[in-house]
C-alpha cells in the first residue's frame, strides 16, 4: 500500500514540528512543511500530497483560506483546517473553501488523528 503524504502549512515552526511528528507517529509521510501561500502551493503542485494540514493566518498577503480554495479547485487536494480562529467571519469564509475538517488549536492527538482520517476517508 503506498504512503499516504500530508503536507503542513503552519507559520509556527514549533507546532509545524509537532505536527510533523504526530503524523509520522501516526503512520503519515510528511512531504512538506511551508509557511507561506505562494511556497505551499508551490509545493502542493510540486508533491501532490493526498491531504493539506491548513494553518489559516500564514506569512504574507496571501491567507490559508485562500491556499486551500486554489488546492482543491486546481488540484483536488483536500484541506484540514488546524487554526486558532473560530469567529464567525474566518469560519465563513473557510467553509467556502469545501475544507474536509475544521480544528481550532489546541488540538489533542486523539482529535489530530480522527479529523485526519475522515478526511482521507472522505477524499
Known amino acids: 500500500m503506498p504512503e499516504i503524504k500530508i503536507m503542513i502549512v503552519e507559520d509556527e515552526t514549533l507546532v ?5 511528528l ?24 510540486a508533491e501532490r500530497p493526498h491531504l493539506v494540514l491548513m494553518d489559516i493566518r500564514l506569512e504574507g498577503e496571501m491567507d490559508g483560506i485562500e491556499v486551500a ?3 482543491w479547485e486546481e488540484y483536488g487536494i483536500p484541506t484540514v483546517f488546524l487554526t486558532a480562529y473560530s469567529d464567525h467571519e474566518t469560519l465563513d469564509r473557510a467553509v467556502m ?3 474536509f475538517g475544521y480544528l481550532v488549536k489546541p488540538v489533542t492527538s486523539e482529535q489530530l488523528k480522527a479529523a485526519v482520517e475522515v478526511a482521507l476517508h472522505r477524499a
Open 22 to 45: 504526530l503524523l509520522e507517529e501516526f503512520g503519515y509521510l510528511v512531504c512538506g512543511s511551508e509557511s507561506s501561500g505562494p511556497k505551499a502551493l508551490d509545493g502542493i503542485e
Open 97 to 99: 473553501s469545501n475544507p
Open 69 to 71: 480554495r486554489r488546492a
Open 16 to 20: 509545524a514540528d509537532h505536527l510533523r
